[in-house]
């Protein structure tokens, strides 16, 4: 454990992690620190659902995710990232409360609450942080002020609308909303239910979609089901896979131990 650590956490090794994502320095509880995480964080531990895509539903115990997340060199979604990445910065020092959200992504039809984020308050200030939304989420948090913030190449802002504070990313000539996050302080269990939910409802976009994005300042990976984007610089090449060729691009680009052959619910059960 760091000596600028002042929690510890149970089942959180909390070296080990900033090992895994190439922290070198000592983390302390500010705005700097906070940051410098963050995109650590989103730059080495990708966003997956492999898990789920294997019939499984993904634990949310603290020393499952130490196992997997760093232990494994695995990813995971948005309950596995932001659920460890909640007890890292509360280790740390920071004053952190997981918060429920709605995945909108311009969609007009109200969804569940089937995301989790992070709200940070440093010295006054608040901050949204999502190290488990993927490809469309900010690499850095997100000041929540109602102002629009440009970290490296892309644009976001919070609005706000009654009890829910909207996550917006500029995208061409216009704001996208992508999730809306609610008022109020869930407990574990409520994410819990909502991981079951996520991960075992018939229809869950994570059961139909093969999914896995890793992103740094310079350059993105994305794979949605069959088809692969790497954007560098903004300048984005794309290309249709064959099943064959996943697994391999699964482990040179995203890091993950996945066998040849192997085989996923999206194209087995939903590929019709």
């Given at each position: 454990m760091t000596a600028a650590a002042t929690r510890t956490i149970s089942g959180l090794d909390l070296d080990a992690y900033l090992e895994r994502i190439g922290f070198d320095r000592d983390p302390r509880a500010d705005v700097a620190t906070l940051f410098a995480l963050h995109e650590a964080h989103a730059g080495?531990?990708?966003?997956?659902?492999?898990?789920?895509?294997?019939?499984?539903?993904?634990?949310?115990?603290?020393?499952?995710?130490?196992?997997?997340?760093v232990g494994r060199r695995e990813g995971g979604y948005c309950f596995e990232q932001n659920t460890y990445f909640q007890a890292v910065l509360q280790a740390v020092g920071f004053e952190v409360t997981a918060r429920e959200g709605r995945v909108m992504l311009t969609i007009s039809a109200r969804r569940p609450r089937t995301h989790m984020a992070l709200e940070i308050v440093i010295e006054g200030q608040r901050f949204h942080a999502d190290v488990g939304f993927g490809a469309n989420g900010p690499l850095l948090p997100v000041p929540i002020d109602g102002n629009e913030h440009q970290p490296h190449d892309r644009r976001f802002q919070i609005e706000r609308r009654d009890t829910v504070s909207v996550l917006q990313g500029h995208s061409g000539r216009r704001w996208l909303d992508l999730v809306g996050v609610e008022d109020g302080t869930p407990q574990a269990v409520d994410f819990e239910v909502a991981n079951w939910y996520t991960a075992t409802y018939p229809r869950s976009v994570f059961r139909t979609n093969l999914m896995a994005d890793l992103q740094t300042a310079q350059e993105r990976h994305r794979l949605q089901n069959r088809n692969y984007s790497h954007i560098v610089n903004g300048v984005a090449t794309d290309r249709a896979l064959e099943d064959a060729e996943i697994p391999a691009l699964l482990r040179d680009v995203f890091e993950l131990d996945v066998a040849d052959g192997a085989r996923f619910l999206a194209f087995d059960e939903y590929d019709r």
């Open positions: 080495a531990i990708p966003f997956e659902n492999l898990i789920i895509q294997s019939g499984g539903v993904p634990s949310l115990e603290i020393e499952d995710l130490q196992a997997k997340l």
